[in-house]
């Protein structure tokens, strides 16, 4: 792989000096290089490979990092950050000690925004935009957004607001539409269909050519011009979405053509006030595989050879709780018709393209709007029907104000599936689901379910449909334990953990899958091992039955501490008098950064090494300490 240009660069001034024909064989090097590293550590590939062209130019045009740019998502920023000196680390992206997948202010000063949830770019370009003009300096802000991200309302927000004066000043900011028609699931709304028919053939490109050629001819008449082409453009695309928020609409323009990109964007740059380039991009651009198929290489997962394609894909010998989550699904639709599914453009990646096939009617993909996705699904659950809200994790707390006054003040039986809830490795602090115990126990009239293996996921999951109020489940991302699964629809009995091993002094009360890091771990103890299953409501009662075998508690979970299902064990302790040591083992109150799953869960102490280590510690091999955890 000939890397001539791209070794010459170590920044973006690097790049600048470089002459705008080295740009095009340039470009060519960083997909190569794009394409190669991928192949060996994974991940997101498609989008990485489309913007290629785009992120040359912008680092070309603007004077970075003085200039600011926010990529939203942030998972198409692999050519960024090999342009901004960070080539030589691509070999340990996204790995333990190694450089995050997606944008993050401490690992450089060129990710002036840290991302990895969508539809933040344009808000936090705007207050980069304002906070320039009130220190008074000329500084350009770019928000780079794509066509699925723009559905979100959070987008539109921001767009409402930059094209508004304010006290006088307008933002000098440019929002760049990448718009490749395609999220990670493919995109949905009424937003994509406009943006379809605005790019439909050569229509549009050919009649604005024509009136170009028109106002050449015209007089010098600057005023009669520019009226002349407002309404010449107005017969063609009949006042654009953009312009009517106050933005300067330009485009749409070939997101791979370096020489219309650097032009139009150099123009842009001298332009003020709020500023719209639509660029049209494919996914997977230059390698013929991703082209074919965006949604298959979206991201690898592991190692491939380029030349090759990722690896057929083989049955998995154990199925992920995902696909036990679609099957459940299914099996529940099949049984009560009021059942409907939502997802908020994760259809793939939530387990749900099986229901939409069976169940078209009956599935429902709201594009990226999580708080959409929640109060829809109230509003369904309103007039009797059952939804089940199938959701990542960290994407739920995008929707939190929806949770608490839409579904849970007014007690609607709505179902959350929150799939990757704990950590989640590659994808890192963004991503995962560390929260989602303490965020939903707190909550009124909210319960939540944590089953600790694929068929108790299952069993959950028909618990939770059963019920009239709004319950969540939370598995992790990923194959279980390949516990063999029931057809059958099978609920548990409300509000009761289970013993699942019986022994002296110490009890140990796991909450989801680290139960059995937790009952490998009892063994060097005989200690009691109980799955709580339910984080809430609690098993008050058999709480208080083994305070009064047991000298000490440890708490096992896969979230966060603080607030977590420990708390609520030390709150039930704590309400009924009874003092007695309790150690609490979780996710500490730092955000975990990305890496292999399994070492992660090991630096945290929550394998069965650490849980072991943790008890030692903390009781030694004689009577438990008295002090109060």
């Not at 004077?63 to 998502?73: A, E, G, K, L, Q």
């Not at 070999?91 to 995050?100: A, K």
């Not at 590659?426 to 909210?446: E, K, S």
């Not at 945290?604 to 008295?626: T, V, W, Y």
């Amino acid at each position: 792989m000939t890397q001539k240009l791209l070794n010459q660069i170590e920044s973006p001034a690097d790049l600048r000096r470089l002459p705008r024909a080295d740009l095009h064989p340039l470009a060519k090097e960083l997909r190569d290089f794009v394409l190669n590293t991928v192949s060996q550590t994974g991940g997101h590939l498609g989008s990485n490979l489309g913007t290629v062209e785009l992120t040359v130019a912008l680092h070309y045009v603007f004077n970075t990092p003085y200039d600011r740019i926010v990529w939203d998502v942030g998972h198409q920023t692999y050519p960024h950050k090999v342009l901004t000196g960070r080539r030589d680390r691509m070999g340990s992206l996204r790995q333990l000690g190694g450089i995050s997948g997606f944008p993050r202010r401490d690992e450089s000063e060129y990710d002036t925004f840290g991302t990895g949830h969508s539809s933040t770019s344009i808000s936090a370009a705007l207050g980069m935009a304002l906070a320039a003009k009130l220190k008074g300096e000329d500084r350009h802000a770019v928000a780079v957004i794509g066509d699925g991200a723009m559905t979100a309302g959070m987008a539109f927000e921001a767009l409402n607001n930059a094209g508004v004066s304010h006290a006088g000043n307008n933002a000098d900011l440019l929002v760049v539409l990448n718009d490749n028609d395609m999220s990670i699931s493919p995109p949905v709304g009424a937003l994509n269909k406009y943006l379809a028919r605005l790019m439909s053939g050569n229509f549009y490109a050919a009649a604005r050519e024509g009136v170009k050629g028109v106002l050449k001819a015209a007089p010098p008449l600057f005023e009669l011009a520019r009226r002349f082409e407002e309404h010449a453009k107005g017969m063609v695309v009949p006042g654009t979405i953009f312009e009517e928020f106050g933005f300067n609409y330009v485009g749409p323009i070939d997101g791979h053509d370096l020489d219309a990109l650097i032009p139009t964007l150099e123009n842009l740059r001298a332009k003020r006030g709020p500023q719209f380039l639509h660029v049209v991009t494919k996914k997977g651009y230059g390698y013929k595989l991703a082209e074919a198929d965006p949604v298959k290489y979206h991201a690898a997962s592991g190692k491939f050879n380029p030349a090759e394609g990722f690896p057929k894909a083989t049955a998995p010998s154990k199925p992920t709780f995902t696909q036990v989550f679609g099957q459940w699904l299914c099996d529940m639709a099949e049984a009560d018709e009021r059942l409907v599914g939502i997802t908020p453009a994760m259809r793939e990646g939530s387990g749900m393209v099986e229901f939409h096939k069976r169940f078209p009617k009956r599935y429902f993909d709201v594009g990226i709007a999580e708080q959409h996705a929640v109060t829809f699904a109230a509003g369904l659950a309103c007039e009797g029907l059952k939804p089940v809200v199938a959701i990542y994790s960290t994407f739920l707390q995008r929707a939190y104000d929806q949770l608490i006054h839409d579904v849970a003040l007014q007690n609607l039986p709505v179902v959350f599936a929150l799939d990757r809830a704990g950590l989640v490795g590659a994808d890192g602090a963004t991503h995962a689901g560390a929260y989602d115990i303490a965020y939903v126990r707190c909550l009124p009239n909210c319960s939540m379910l944590t089953p600790s293996d694929e068929n108790e996921c299952r069993q959950a999951l028909t618990t939770a449909f059963r019920q009239s109020h709004p319950v969540a489940v939370r598995y992790p991302r990923g194959a279980g334990t390949g516990v063999a699964l029931e057809t059958t629809l099978t609920e548990w009995p409300w509000g009761k953990g289970v013993v699942r091993k019986t022994g002296k002094r110490i009890a140990v009360l796991a909450f989801g899958t680290v139960l059995h890091p937790a009952l490998k771990a009892a063994e060097a103890f005989d200690a009691t091992v109980v799955d709580m299953r339910f984080a809430k409501p609690l098993d008050e009662a058999l709480v208080h039955e083994l305070a009064r075998t047991h000298e000490a508690f440890v708490t096992v979970e896969e979230g966060c501490i603080m607030g977590g299902a420990g708390s609520a064990v030390g709150e039930c302790l704590a309400a009924a008098g009874i003092v007695m040591p309790v150690l609490h083992l979780g996710l500490p109150d730092v955000f975990i950064e990305h890496g292999d799953p399994a070492k992660l869960l090991a630096l945290n102490g929550l394998d069965a090494a650490g849980i072991e280590q943790s008890i030692r510690q903390r009781f030694g091999a004689g009577r438990p300490s008295l002090a109060v955890a």
